[in-house]
């Protein structure tokens, strides 16, 4: 096969890694710390989401071409949240425009 | 089917035709060059489905009063829309041109997942068949756009139907994308590097790009339409709380980048025509290579521009109308290419070159008029008129399908190893670029003058131009019957193909046999040239 | 190519592939270009789900106390146990160990079932309370109600479907461990096993996802 045997000690490890990260976001998430718990809470699964890549999925591995797809996807998803919300948030910005 | 590779010796006239008999070696096969064919048929069907439909619409606007029922001509228009847009153009160049060719183009013996791609075709199958029963029982009045909240809340039609067809479909197109870039990634034969790779393929590779990153945007959109026709909780409708611009930002986040696969494909074909009939390699190779998926990357940065007028804010517009004015530049860049080519070249007029002269000219048209749309300030006063529906109809119609047209002629005989008579295919051609630019060069006068489109009448000053338009309509419409009626024949009569008609360059047409045989080469090819190499000391004259 | 050595090629390498890796490298790709469309898919929802979140800010800080921490916070865990337990399937699979394979693809799909028994008691929670968008909704602020109900209705949405992968993921396991007795895996070919833990593995980022955004924000009053 492609790539070499992982030991079961590493998957474990970020078995726990997850479950302890999974423990912390819950308990972040009832401090008070306004919009900053959904900066945290994204920041957290962020995490938990690139160890489940990186190790459950051999990623870290992987070939060169298998990581610009992972990535790929990803950063497609950016630009349909990136755009779609600077129309959302600018519209507040400027008077509405009105040609009749 | 049988899957052995053939045996060196064996008689050379078995090739991927005659390998194998009887509906379930068609129906079961996972031969690309079979699932390619099984898709030519199934969509030329469709798009004399949504020919239809325009006949009708086009006979309904000779008058300003018009024949049908408001609501009828709103189906009419709509069903056109759907059947054309994802019935046809989405799937035509990639599913039969690409799916046929990009396996010997890169030295290859069939597509990386040869299973998914019949699987794909069964999709398509299934989706059409639903956007069928949908018209059988008396079609959609929304527009192919499926604008809520009407869709969703006040159209009494068969929405779900048909938004579920297109949702099928799209996995279709998602499949097909899919495969092509696991293969183009992956079964590139030796020597033939991305450098070497022939512009058709090239230009599939961004249009995949497209198919995969693009479509499950769709899906969703329809997805969530659906359930919201279903429970109706406002998701989409401003009287509940929802809004409807956002469904017009998911919608177009897909639509943009699907106009992008349904020009790319056309591109690619061009690019070989051109590289041929001047006989001589594409200049600017790596300009064309990079344009192709600069095209597809820009491409999905610009659908803000269909919303100049729906209450996006003002900043955002800005944004999308500078980077719309960006992704005409790799086009442009196309078009001053296929031109350095043929400068100097040894051009002849065959068919295929006749097409591609049509592609470049038109196409040219309809993307600077499509600039004229970016324009915010124009835009407002031509937006929803026939302005936007000539220019679309210049880069779908006078572009892609010209190099749809002009592919298939090209490649007919390594399709099916017989020639079609030429000058039938000449005189179809003139016919259809008559008949298409009668059609619709009123239209953008029509649209500046400010007749609205997706109206059954229309005011008295409009009549002549329209009869004008229906006139070149009912031209344009023989001119596509002349080339359905002489390739039919020729695939049973006409004369038997040598292995490269045109001389031309590229691993289909010089290492794979004329038509090839199921696994497309006798030895595994290598590759020791760059693309188009018409230059160099072998090149047969033309 | 001589016959003699099409005849020696191993059963598992398709004919239009030229060697293994090859076609491992292409199975890989296309699994992670699938999963890409699924990003994408579930994209689109999320991006809904973060306007209306904004636009409707103090509808959606209400509805927040009727979502079920607990009963969220264990699926979490329980998705993370079935994430181990796939990748120690596919380290099995890669080894050869059958009877590991078999057994931990089953333990997968278990804590899969768990998951699921626990999501179909939570959308009970949900009906009993009259929170399922759609006729029968009703909302204990009425002037949070429309807007209570779009957010219900991408809640229902986005989890539902998520449930919905969840499900073909179980169908595929059951293929899985069907083709896995049949001795069709080895350490030389176990490739759908490692395609569908990719698979696996995706749903769970999913859920990674899901879990903070549905259930934990909005959650400090």
């Not at chain 2, 639903?130 to 809520?148: H, K």
Request: hydrophobic share 50%.
């Amino acid at each position: 096969m492609s790539h070499p045997v992982v030991p079961i000690k590493v998957y474990v490890g970020i078995f726990l890694a997850l479950i302890t990260l999974t423990v912390t976001t819950v308990l972040v998430s009832k401090l008070e710390l306004g919009e900053f718990n959904f900066v945290v809470a994204i920041i957290i699964a962020v995490i938990k989401a690139t160890l489940v890549i990186l190790f459950f999925m051999h990623v870290k591995q992987a070939s060169t071409l298998t990581k610009l797809f992972v990535v790929a996807g990803f950063f497609w998803m950016a630009i349909l949240f990136t755009f779609t919300l600077s129309d959302y948030f600018s519209r507040t910005w400027l008077p509405q425009v009105r040609w009749w | 089917m049988s899957t052995t590779l053939p045996h060196p010796d064996l008689d050379v006239r078995t090739n991927y035709l005659n390998a194998d008999y009887g509906w379930k070696s068609w129906l079961f096969t996972t031969d690309h060059k079979r699932i390619a064919l099984l898709y030519l048929f199934s969509i030329t069907a469709f798009f004399f489905v949504g020919g239809a439909f325009a006949v009708m619409m086009r006979l309904n606007l000779l008058s300003p009063n018009g024949i049908f029922a408001h609501d009828t001509y709103n189906k009419l228009f709509t069903m056109h829309g759907v059947v054309m847009v994802f019935f046809f153009l989405v799937p035509s160049i990639p599913a039969t041109l690409g799916n046929f060719l990009i396996p010997p183009m890169i030295g290859a013996r069939d597509l990386a997942f040869p299973r998914i791609n019949l699987l794909s075709w069964y999709i398509y199958i299934v989706g059409g068949v639903m956007a069928l029963a949908a018209i059988v029982r008396g079609g959609v009045d929304t527009g192919w756009t499926f604008y809520a909240p009407f869709s969703s809340t006040y159209s009494n039609t068969h929405v779900i139907l048909a938004a579920m067809g297109v949702f099928v479909a799209g996995f279709s197109s998602i499949l097909t994308g899919l495969n092509f870039i696991i293969t183009i990634h992956t079964m590139r034969c030796p020597g033939m590097y991305w450098s070497r790779l022939p512009l058709f393929v090239w230009g599939h590779y961004a249009t995949a790009l497209i198919q995969v990153l693009a479509t499950p945007v769709l899906a969703i959109t329809v997805f969530l339409l659906c359930l919201e026709r279903v429970l109706h909780t406002g998701i989409f409708d401003p009287s509940l709380g929802g809004d409807p611009v956002l469904f017009q930002h998911l919608f177009w986040f897909y639509s943009h980048p699907a106009v992008y696969i349904m020009i790319l494909p056309g591109m690619a074909v061009i690019s070989e025509l051109v590289a041929c009939f001047s006989r001589k390699a594409i200049f600017g190779y790596g300009f064309v290579a990079f344009s192709s998926v600069a095209i597809a990357v820009l491409g999905f940065l610009v659908w803000g521009h269909h919303l100049f007028v729906a209450g996006q804010s003002m900043y955002a517009s800005m944004v999308f109308s500078f980077i719309s004015f960006l992704v005409a530049v790799p086009s442009a860049i196309k078009v001053f290419n296929w031109t350095a080519t043929m400068y100097q070249g040894s051009i002849s007029y065959d068919t295929p070159m006749l097409y591609a002269f049509g592609f470049i000219g038109l196409f040219t048209i309809g993307g600077l008029t499509g600039l004229f749309l970016a324009t915010m300030a124009i835009d407002v006063h031509v937006t929803d008129t026939y302005f936007v529906i000539a220019h679309f109809h210049y880069v779908m119609v006078g572009g892609m399908v010209m190099a749809y047209l002009g592919g298939i002629h090209f490649w007919f005989p390594k399709i099916t190893g017989r020639l079609y008579p030429e000058a039938w295919a000449k005189f179809a051609a003139l016919v259809i670029f008559v008949g298409f630019n009668l059609t619709f060069f009123p239209q953008f006068i029509l649209g500046y003058l400010g007749m609205p489109r997706r109206y059954a009448t229309y005011a008295d000053e409009f009549h002549t131009l329209n009869v004008m338009s229906t006139a070149g309509a009912s031209i344009l419409g023989i001119g596509y019957l002349i080339p359905m009626i002489y390739l039919a024949w020729a695939w049973r009569f006409g004369p038997i193909s040598p292995q490269n008609p045109w001389h031309a360059k590229g691993l289909e047409w010089e290492q794979s046999p004329t038509p090839p045989p199921t696994f497309n080469f006798i030895e595994p090819p290598v590759v020791t040239e760059a693309a188009y190499n018409y230059s160099g000391e072998e090149a047969e004259i033309g | 190519m001589a016959d003699s050595d099409i005849a020696l090629h191993p059963p598992e390498l398709k004919h239009h592939f030229d060697d293994a890796p090859q076609q491992l490298e292409a199975s890989t790709l296309g699994m992670w270009a699938f999963l890409a469309t699924e990003v994408l898919f579930f994209g689109g929802m999320f991006c809904a789900y973060t306007i209306y979140r904004h636009a409707y800010h103090d509808a959606f800080e209400s509805t927040s106390r009727f979502m079920n921490v607990t009963i969220g916070g264990i699926n979490t865990g329980v998705l993370i146990c079935s994430s181990l337990t796939m990748a120690l399937a596919v380290r099995a699979a890669q080894l050869g160990q059958k009877k590991a394979l078999i057994w931990l693809l089953i333990a997968t799909l278990t804590l899969g079932g768990v998951f699921l028994a626990l999501k179909a008691d939570e959308y009970h929670e949900k009906y009993v309370e009259h929170h399922i968008p759609g006729p029968g909704f009703q909302y204990e602020e009425p002037r949070f109600a429309q807007q209570a109900q779009i957010l219900f209705f991408l809640y229902f949405a986005m989890t539902g479907l998520h449930a919905a992968h969840m499900i073909v993921g179980a169908g595929l396991l059951i293929t899985l461990i069907v083709m896995a007795s049949r001795n069709r895996f080895s350490s030389r070919w176990y490739t759908p096993v490692d395609m569908i833990g990719l698979y696996w593995h995706f749903v769970d980022i999913v859920w990674i996802f899901l879990f903070p955004l549905l259930y934990l924000i909005g959650h400090t009053k």
